[in-house]
């Protein structure tokens, strides 16, 4: 059973583009969701989190439909140095509480001059 | 603060040896992550800490694994007898809570075992 899936990949995209990707998770219960960004060989690091109401950091945007139980992550005028792979993380809950954060396996985004 | 230190950073070892992997959290952070990485099965949650004590081990793969964390800066993630499906990068991370807030990830341990 997965518990967020996410579409790996790899999305080749050309610098400027708008690219978007989705997640989708199963737990109806989770309360806290995160974008996190990985470089090839480094280890996951914050991008954003993802609020009820949507939020905007620059050029990227992130939205919850908490009815679908997915999350998106909109990347406008892409550059080159976007090209990573973007984890989808969400703070399951159980009867006991918070189980900590469970990450998708990632979207490996490649950014083409 | 440094971050979150692990150590050693790349680890050859042979089938059936010990391996220890080590970490040291930010300080102030209450909670402490083991995550295992690899190709096929993505970023997986092996153990978390909360005040040094252990939480949920439920994703530790068998009785080979093993992790303590002895004080508030200091976590061991130990792999005895080591095989070589346990190759794979593993990441430490801490936070200041479980929910809501970042979690800072080590440089991670790259284990190789042959």
């Known amino acids: 059973r997965k518990e967020v899936e996410q579409d790996p990949g790899p999305f080749n995209v050309p610098e400027g583009a708008t690219v978007a990707f989705n997640c989708t998770y199963s737990?109806?219960?989770?309360?806290?969701f995160f974008w996190y960004r990985q470089d090839c060989r480094k280890e996951p690091k914050l991008l954003m989190s993802?609020?009820?109401s949507g939020n905007e950091d620059g050029r990227f945007t992130a939205q919850l439909n908490r009815a679908s139980q997915y999350i998106s992550l909109l990347i406008r005028d892409s550059k080159l140095s976007d090209s990573a792979t973007y984890l989808c993380v969400v703070n399951m809950y159980s009867g006991g509480g918070a189980d900590g954060l469970t990450f998708g396996k990632g979207t490996h985004l490649i950014i083409q001059p | 603060d440094a971050g979150v230190i692990q150590s050693p950073r790349h680890e050859v070892t042979e089938m059936g040896q010990e391996v220890t992997l080590r970490c040291k959290p930010i300080?102030?952070?209450?909670?402490l992550f083991w995550y295992r990485q690899t190709m096929m099965r993505g970023l997986e949650l092996l153990i978390y800490?909360?005040?040094?004590?252990?939480?949920?081990d439920s994703g530790m793969p068998e009785d080979r694994f093993s992790a303590k964390m002895p004080n508030a800066s200091f976590s061991t993630l130990k792999i005895q007898p080591s095989e070589p499906r346990d190759s794979a990068v593993y990441f430490c991370?801490?936070?200041?809570?479980?929910?809501?807030?970042?979690?800072?990830f080590g440089q991670g341990t790259r284990l190789t075992v042959v």
């Open positions: 737990n109806s219960a989770s309360q806290s």
């Open positions: 300080s102030g952070h209450d909670y």
């Open positions: 800490f909360n005040n040094n004590v252990p939480i949920d």
């Open positions: 993802v609020y009820s």
């Open positions: 991370a801490s936070s200041l809570t479980i929910s809501n807030t970042e979690a800072f």
